[in-house]
C-alpha cells in the first residue's frame, strides 16, 4: 500500500477500508498479493453483476481484440454497437413489450443520469425536477443537484438549484398496506395547489431500490401511484436503475414488478457485462428530442464493453434461470439476516431490501463500520450505505452459488457478533 498512499490523491475511499493489494479475481471471489482469498459482496458497487472475469465475455473480449477490431469510436457505426443494439431489443425490449430508443450518454451512471435529466428539461420546457430523500443519481452537478447526501452535496462547491425534495416511500411511517402517512399524498398535494411553491416540475427521478441512500426498497403500489401522478400532471418520469437494474432485484428492470413504463431508464454498472465503463439512456421515442452532438462524450463508443455487454445478454437473459436464481437466493438472504438481526434484540435494526441488493440497518452510531471492518478481518468484503452509514450492505454477484453465498452469510454473522460485542456500551445505552 506504500505507492498508493505516497502517490495517490486523498479522496480515495474504499482502499482505506479494504488495506490490502489486489491481484486476481474470479466469479466471486478476490486474492490479494499475499494470496489471501476474500468472498465479493460487494461487486464494483454493483457493476459486476456477472462476477469476476466471466469465461464467455472473456473469450469474445479477447477474440475481439485479437481480431484488431474497433476499440474507440466515438458514436460511429461499428459491428459491436450494432450487435449490442439488435440483442438489447431482442433480448431485453421485445419480450417485455417496451419501446424504447437507446442513447450512449457516456461511459458511468452520472452520465445517463445527466442525459435524461437534459432531455426531459428539453422536451417540456420546464426546468424544476422532483427527487427523492435519500436518493443518490452521481456526481458531476446536475445529477449531484437530485442527491440528497449533504457530505456529497457540499463537495460541489456551489448552490445546487432546479430540484425539489419530497420523502420517499416509507419515510413518513406508511409502507405497503401498514400506512402512517403516504408520502405520495404529499407530493400530490403540493401539485395541485397552485401556492405551494413547486410550480410545474420537468421530471419526477425515481430509484426504486436506494443504495447508497440506505436500501430502501420503493412497493409496487408507492411506484404505480407515482407513474400515475406523472401521467395526470405530465411530468416526465425517470428511473434510475444504474444499480439496481440489470437483475440484481431479482427481474432485469428494478420497476418491472409494478408493471410502469417510465419515459427515461438510466442504466450503467452492469450493463456492460464485464465491469467495462458504460451507459445508456432509453428514450421513450417521442422524446427523442436531441438534435445531432448535443449531448456526446469521447468514450461513449467503448467497444469492447458493447462486445462484453451483448455476450451477458447472450448468456445470461435469453431466459429466467439468472433472475430465477436471484428471486430464490434473495429470500434466502432475507431470512439469514432476519435471524442474524434477532440474536441481537438491544440492537435496533431492520432488514431491508430485494433479491442480491440487501442490507441491515442498524441503528447504533458507528456499528455497521464496524461490522464491515470485521467482516473484512475475516474474508469478506462489504460495505455500508446510508445517510450516516447505518447500513450493513450486501451486493454479491449474481453469479454466487449456494455455497459462497452460504459461506460469506456465515462471515457476516461473525462480523455483527464481534461488532456488537465492540460497541456494547453503546448498545447498553440504546437498549
Known amino acids: 500500500m506504500d505507492i498508493i498512499e505516497k502517490y495517490e490523491s486523498a479522496v480515495r475511499s474504499y482502499s482505506r477500508g ?8 474470479k466469479n466471486y471471489t478476490l486474492t490479494d498479493t499475499d494470496g489471501n482469498t476474500y468472498i465479493d459482496f460487494f461487486a464494483g458497487a454493483g457493476a459486476l453483476n456477472y462476477g469476476h472475469n466471466d469465461d464467455a465475455m472473456k473469450e469474445k473480449i479477447l477474440e ?9 469510436s466515438l458514436d460511429m457505426a461499428t459491428v459491436a454497437r450494432q450487435n449490442f443494439l439488435k440483442a438489447f431489443n431482442e433480448i431485453i425490449l421485445q419480450p417485455r413489450k417496451l419501446s424504447y430508443k437507446i442513447m450512449f450518454p457516456g461511459p458511468t451512471g452520472t452520465n445517463t443520469v445527466e442525459s435524461a435529466l437534459k432531455l426531459a428539461r428539453k422536451v417540456t420546457g420546464r426546468t424544476t425536477v422532483v427527487s427523492f430523500t435519500n436518493a443518490f443519481h452521481g456526481m458531476t452537478l446536475g445529477a449531484l443537484s437530485v442527491t440528497g447526501n449533504q457530505f456529497k452535496r457540499k463537495g460541489a462547491g456551489k448552490t445546487l438549484d432546479d430540484t425539489i425534495f419530497v420523502p420517499y416511500d416509507g419515510l413518513m411511517g406508511c409502507k405497503a398496506d401498514n400506512c402512517g402517512i403516504d408520502t405520495l399524498d404529499y407530493l400530490e398535494a403540493m401539485l395541485n395547489n397552485s401556492s405551494s411553491g413547486m410550480g410545474h416540475p420537468a421530471a419526477v427521478i425515481v430509484e426504486p431500490v436506494q443504495g447508497e441512500g440506505g436500501i430502501n426498497a420503493a412497493s409496487t403500489q408507492w411506484l404505480k401511484r407515482l ?3 406523472c401521467k395526470a400532471h405530465d411530468i416526465k418520469l425517470i428511473v434510475d436503475d444504474v444499480q439496481a437494474g440489470c437483475g440484481r432485484t431479482g427481474t432485469f428492470f428494478s420497476f418491472e414488478p409494478a ?3 417510465p419515459d427515461f431508464i438510466c442504466l450503467s454498472k452492469s450493463i456492460g457485462g ?9 428514450i421513450k421515442p417521442e422524446f427523442d428530442k436531441f438534435a445531432p452532438g448535443e449531448h456526446n462524450g469521447t468514450f461513449r463508443g467503448n467497444n469492447p464493453a458493447f ?22 437466493k434473495g429470500a434466502f438472504i432475507t431470512k439469514r439476516l432476519k435471524e442474524m438481526a434477532a440474536k441481537h434484540p438491544n440492537v435496533p435494526s431492520e432488514v431491508r431490501g430485494r433479491g442480491f441488493m440487501q442490507g441491515i440497518a442498524l441503528h447504533v452510531d458507528g456499528l455497521a463500520d464496524a461490522v464491515t471492518e470485521e467482516a473484512f478481518k475475516r474474508g469478506l468484503i462489504m460495505e455500508t450505505s446510508g445517510a ?5 450492505k450486501l451486493l454479491p454477484p449474481l453469479t454466487l452459488d449456494q455455497q459462497g453465498l452460504e459461506k460469506g452469510l456465515d462471515l457476516m454473522e461473525q ?6 460485542e465492540r460497541h456494547a456500551e453503546k448498545v447498553g445505552k440504546v437498549a
Open 274 to 282: 464485464y465491469g467495462m465503463p458504460m451507459a445508456i439512456t432509453l
Open 64 to 72: 475481439y481484440i485479437q481480431g484488431d477490431h474497433i476499440t474507440h
Open 227 to 229: 407513474d400515475q401522478i
Open 415 to 420: 462480523a455483527l457478533d464481534a461488532a456488537v
Open 259 to 261: 408493471g410502469i413504463d
Open 388 to 392: 450516516a452509514d447505518e447500513v450493513a
Open 18 to 25: 479494504f488495506p490490502v493489494v489486489f491481484d486476481k479475481a
Open 307 to 328: 462486445v462484453a455487454a451483448t455476450a451477458a445478454l447472450e448468456k445470461y437473459w435469453r431466459d429466467d434461470e439468472l433472475a430465477k436464481s436471484v428471486r430464490e
